[in-house]
């Protein structure tokens, strides 16, 4: 396991499957770099729609638009410049099955950013196929060269690959642990805000410390 080495980045670009992904997977991490005085674009690549399908309440429309209303108050509390946060509103829950030309058309999207010194992304490893899609996508997006960090949220199971590719990296959060259990309680649509859809996805208490843990891991390999 190694300690995570920022010096030099003055430009990092997170890549988020879903809203509330990035808080996930990084947000002790964003929140570092904004400290450090780096900019960090962050790319949330699907509306995050499909999550209670079955809400009559919240249609999709609805609840496309509160999940992004989340994540911008999640950044904003990292320290995110409105101006470098984009959502581009791909399928929620269909891009892991809409094959290479999708993935080719969200490669040449996520590169529309300036080119940055450190890439955040998901992790092949990832139990979720839009999570894979993403990470295959932004691995055509720029040069191998520039220097990534994968973040896993979903565990494969079978194979049982519980960690992202190649060695492991850690951040140590300290007073930015609290940040981010409180950052992923802003996801209401996440923590119990939809209650008329039983079979909706539910970021239960046992998911949420799970993902708040004092610690943050990445991988060095895609």
């Known amino acids: 396991m190694s300690a995570l080495d920022l010096n030099g ?3 990092a670009h997170v890549i988020a499957p879903h809203p509330d992904d990035e808080a996930i997977g990084a947000f002790g991490l964003i929140t570092t770099l904004r400290r450090r005085g780096a900019i960090v674009d962050v790319t949330l690549v699907t509306d995050g729609g499909a999550s209670h399908p079955n809400s009559r309440a919240w249609p999709r429309a609805r609840l496309t638009a509160a999940r992004h ?3 911008r108050r999640v950044l ?3 320290g995110v410049r409105r101006q470098d946060l984009r959502f581009l509103g791909y399928a929620d829950g269909e891009l892991g099955f ?3 030309a999708t993935e080719a058309r969200l490669a040449r ?3 529309r950013r300036p080119r940055p ?3 955040i992304t998901p992790s092949f490893n990832d139990n ?3 999570h894979r899609a993403v990470a295959r996508a932004v691995a055509r997006a720029w040069p191998a060269s520039i220097k990534r960090l994968p973040y896993l949220v979903w565990p494969r199971l079978v194979p049982h690959r519980p960690r992202p590719r190649g060695r492991q990296i850690r951040l140590p959060l ?3 642990a609290a940040m981010k259990r409180a950052a992923l309680r802003l996801y209401r649509t996440q923590t119990g805000g939809i209650d008329d859809d039983p079979n909706g996805f539910l970021l239960e208490r046992d998911l949420l410390v799970r993902f708040g843990r004092p610690v943050e891991r990445f991988g060095n390999r895609p």
Do not use: K, P, S, Y
Request: proline fraction near 0%.
């Open 9 to 11: 980045v003055q430009r």
């Open 98 to 100: 809409a094959g290479a």
């Open 109 to 111: 999207d996520i590169a």
């Open 76 to 78: 904003r509390r990292a």
């Open 174 to 176: 300290g007073n930015r």
């Open 128 to 130: 979720h196929a839009d």
């Open 117 to 119: 010194d450190l890439i």
């Open 69 to 71: 209303a989340e994540t």
